[in-house]
């Protein structure tokens, strides 16, 4: 077990203990941790619930079914297929949620890459920067943009009309990244690829009980049920589908212990933190002039080295009351900006996670150094649209 363990386990695994040393000394009081870790009960009970009903649904082949038919449409065409690509993720990210695209979408992209003989990176990329960077333009798209909608004071429609122009550009500046470092000819050396053939499904009741799930989940968010039922009772009906015809496939392995331990051990560390000076370093972060570019680059570099929720909630206490314009940056920065580092958002562990799953590799550095690129181009310019036509 200890051998399998992996860098970003060990991390994992040493942020939920130092957070465990912070209450058990004292640091944080039992009462405030226990007020932190009810906060994210719904939390928790999302993850374990969006990721057993993926693993599930990618089990009774939804996946493969989608992918194929995506690969299909493209006719052999890298450029249409790209675009299919961008535009799907763009959507299932704005109207459902960045975590359902990391979740949801990742292994159609991860299925798609073997039926259409292509490399596995483009996809996957595509889905995790468009789950970042498509997430600014409605409050349901991102859990940060939920955060900020008492403190921002707009109706959903309000909060769409500020937030297009930049949400427009997020997206064209990621599909120019993904184009030059990703997506070209020089990168994925064919000039076509191989639409697949239409396969049957091995087991259809699994098939329609997935497709249930899954459809009943994203009811349920348009529906606005809170993230963690919508998510336990759609991994319910396919759990319960399994259980009757294939009872095997329900293994402990399903349960995404790793994601369970960080996100418990950063909602410790980050109260304990913010209790001694915290407050004080984010003020002089932002600076007295709060430029929109600087609080921008706060939340993209908080996010990067603690994760963007508790980066959110971080900066926010330092926001006065009322001042929407900065709050509406500080998504930017905490919505575009988690592009680097591995932990930077949820959607980006699970990402990692599905791609662990998968057995696809994403080489680090690459991972690191164009993320970096499109953070610093994707904020600039995204903030610049935020300014001027807000």
Same mark, same amino acid.
């Given at each position: 077990?200890l051998?399998?363990?992996?860098?970003? %386990?060990w991390?994992?695994?040493?942020?939920?203990?130092?957070?465990?040393?912070?209450?058990?000394?004292?640091?944080?009081?039992?009462?405030a941790?226990?007020?932190?870790?009810?906060?994210?009960?719904p939390?928790?009970?999302?993850?374990v #619930?969006?990721?057993?009903?993926a693993?599930?649904?990618?089990?009774?082949?939804?996946?493969?079914?989608?992918?194929?038919?995506?690969?299909?449409?493209?006719? $052999?065409?890298?450029?249409?297929?790209?675009?299919?690509?961008?535009?799907?993720?763009?959507?299932?990210?704005?109207?459902?949620?960045l %975590?359902?695209?990391?979740?949801l979408?990742?292994?159609?992209?991860?299925a798609?890459?073997?039926?259409?003989?292509?490399?596995?990176?483009?996809?996957?990329?595509t889905?995790?920067?468009?789950?970042?960077?498509?997430?600014?333009?409605?409050?349901v798209?991102?859990?940060?943009?939920?955060?900020?909608?008492?403190e921002?004071?707009?109706?959903?429609?309000?909060?769409?009309?500020?937030?297009?122009?930049?949400?427009?550009?997020?997206?064209?500046?990621?599909?120019?990244?993904?184009?030059?470092?990703?997506?070209?000819?020089?990168?994925r050396?064919?000039?076509?690829?191989?639409?697949?053939?239409?396969?049957?499904? $091995? %087991?259809?009741a699994?098939?329609?009980a997935a497709?249930? #799930?899954?459809?009943l989940?994203?009811?349920?968010?348009?529906?606005?049920v809170?993230? $963690?039922?919508?998510?336990?009772?759609?991994?319910?009906?396919?759990?319960?589908?399994?259980?009757?015809?294939?009872?095997?496939r329900?293994?402990?392995?399903?349960?995404?212990?790793?994601?369970?331990?960080?996100?418990?051990?950063?909602?410790?560390?980050?109260?304990?933190?913010?209790?001694? $000076?915290?407050?004080?370093?984010?003020?002089g972060?932002?600076?007295?002039?709060?430029?929109p570019?600087?609080t921008a680059?706060?939340g993209?570099?908080l996010?990067?080295?603690?994760?963007?929720?508790?980066?959110?909630?971080?900066?926010?206490e330092?926001?006065p009351?009322?001042?929407?314009?900065?709050?509406l940056?500080?998504?930017?920065?905490?919505?575009? #900006?988690?592009?680097?580092?591995?932990?930077?958002?949820?959607?980006?562990?699970l990402?990692?996670?599905?791609?662990?799953?998968?057995?696809?590799?994403?080489?680090m550095?690459?991972?690191?150094?164009t993320?970096?690129?499109?953070?610093?181009?994707?904020?600039?310019?995204?903030?610049?649209?935020?300014?001027?036509?807000?």
């Amino acid at each position: 077990m200890l051998r399998r363990l992996g860098v970003l %386990d060990w991390i994992r695994i040493g942020l939920l203990a130092l957070g465990l040393l912070f209450v058990a000394t004292g640091l944080l009081p039992l009462s405030a941790a226990a007020e932190s870790l009810a906060e994210i009960g719904p939390l928790l009970v999302f993850l374990v #619930g969006i990721i057993v009903l993926a693993e599930l649904t990618k089990e009774a082949q939804v996946f493969d079914a989608i992918a194929a038919r995506m690969a299909v449409l493209g006719r $052999g065409n890298y450029v249409a297929l790209f675009v299919l690509c961008t535009a799907f993720a763009s959507f299932i990210t704005i109207f459902l949620n960045l %975590d359902t695209t990391a979740v949801l979408l990742t292994p159609v992209m991860l299925a798609l890459a073997p039926r259409a003989r292509i490399a596995a990176l483009p996809l996957a990329m595509t889905t995790i920067w468009f789950a970042n960077t498509a997430s600014l333009l409605l409050p349901v798209s991102n859990l940060t943009n939920l955060l900020a909608m008492d403190e921002i004071g707009l109706s959903p429609v309000e909060f769409a009309a500020r937030m297009w122009a930049p949400q427009l550009v997020a997206i064209l500046v990621t599909m120019a990244f993904l184009w030059a470092f990703f997506w070209r000819r020089g990168e994925r050396r064919d000039l076509r690829y191989t639409p697949p053939v239409l396969e049957p499904v $091995g %087991d259809r009741a699994l098939f329609g009980a997935a497709s249930a #799930g899954c459809l009943l989940f994203i009811a349920a968010l348009l529906a606005r049920v809170e993230v $963690g039922v919508a998510a336990a009772a759609a991994a319910l009906l396919v759990v319960i589908a399994f259980a009757v015809r294939d009872r095997a496939r329900l293994t402990w392995n399903l349960v995404p212990w790793q994601l369970l331990i960080f996100v418990t051990g950063l909602f410790l560390v980050v109260p304990t933190l913010s209790r001694y $000076g915290l407050a004080d370093l984010m003020n002089g972060l932002l600076g007295a002039d709060r430029d929109p570019y600087r609080t921008a680059a706060v939340g993209a570099g908080l996010s990067n080295a603690i994760n963007n929720l508790p980066a959110y909630k971080v900066v926010e206490e330092v926001i006065p009351p009322g001042d929407r314009d900065q709050l509406l940056a500080l998504l930017v920065g905490t919505n575009v #900006g988690p592009v680097i580092t591995p932990w930077a958002s949820l959607a980006t562990l699970l990402w990692f996670e599905s791609c662990r799953r998968h057995g696809v590799r994403v080489p680090m550095l690459r991972f690191l150094l164009t993320g970096a690129g499109l953070a610093v181009v994707g904020l600039v310019t995204t903030t610049w649209a935020l300014v001027t036509f807000g």
